[in-house]
């Protein structure tokens, strides 16, 4: 039996690149998917696609940043499924794409209220409603073990996130809920799409061929597929971990030094 089947799973950022992949993958394995986003354009597409690949989906408008948001979606997925057991907390925004010394304090607190305080508030509400058993996915990032120029903001965001996934997968772990980060490199999405101006950008193309050791942009279903992997039972002895899907970045350089 797939080991996803009939498993209820929440995915934040549905309606973006990786979390559209994504809950289109879980569907295909046969989980219910409680799709979530900040906005509602295309939901209803989402799912009646995801309905129409897999068991019955749905979907909720939350802004993670809100604990009360985040707590109603926690709730909505109980109520409509009688339990949960699996969630993708990856809902995010981009840097401001400043230098430190430039960042204004609410650019900084902006991105940090969004991509670490908005995984903590569905971490807080997720785990006690798994009760006894569950996968956690959280997105970080290669930036979440790395720096570079221009992107303060984003970088302490996921460190946080990287950080939390310990913390959360070492009080959890009593309760037999694993929680794990999923980290990409340069994922072809809207995100990056609005950073660079278009996904044939040449800054971009280079960028992605001179990071990656693979040498090109990350698709969002091969993040996609570590998620499946990590929220299926197959995963079953993988806690606290954090997996990079970044083509090798933190690996080492793909070109020599000249
Ligand atoms: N694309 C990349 O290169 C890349 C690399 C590493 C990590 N990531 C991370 O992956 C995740 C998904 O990014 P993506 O590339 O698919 O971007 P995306 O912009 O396509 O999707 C992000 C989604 O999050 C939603 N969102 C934003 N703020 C929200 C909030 N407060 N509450 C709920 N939803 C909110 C957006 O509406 C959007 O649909 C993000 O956490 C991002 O930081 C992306």
Known sequence: MNSLESKVVIVTGALGGIGGATARLLADGGAHVVASDIVDT????????????????????????????????????????????GAFNNAGIPQHGKPLVDLTSDEFSTVLRINALGVFHCLKHQIPAMGDGGSIVNTSSGLGVLAMPDAAD????????????????????????????????IVGTPMVEAVYGSLDSPELLD????????????????????????????????????IPVEGGVTAGRRLAPS
């Open 42 to 85: 295309g939901c209803g597409d989402l799912v009646g696609e995801l309905s129409a690949r897999g068991p019955k989906a749905t979907f909720l408008t939350a802004d993670i940043a809100r604990e009360d948001q985040a707590r109603a979606l926690v709730e909505h997925a109980v109520e409509r499924f009688g339990r949960l057991d």
């Open 154 to 185: 984003y970088i302490a965001s996921k460190h946080a996130v990287c950080g939390l996934t310990r913390a959360a997968a070492v009080e959890a772990a009593p309760a037999g809920i694993r929680v794990n980060a999923v980290l990409p490199g």
């Open 207 to 242: 960028g992605a061929r001179s990071l990656h050791l693979l040498g090109r942009l990350c698709e969002p279903d091969e993040v996609g597929h570590a998620v499946r992997w990590l929220l299926s039972d197959e995963a079953s002895f993988v806690t606290g971990a954090l």
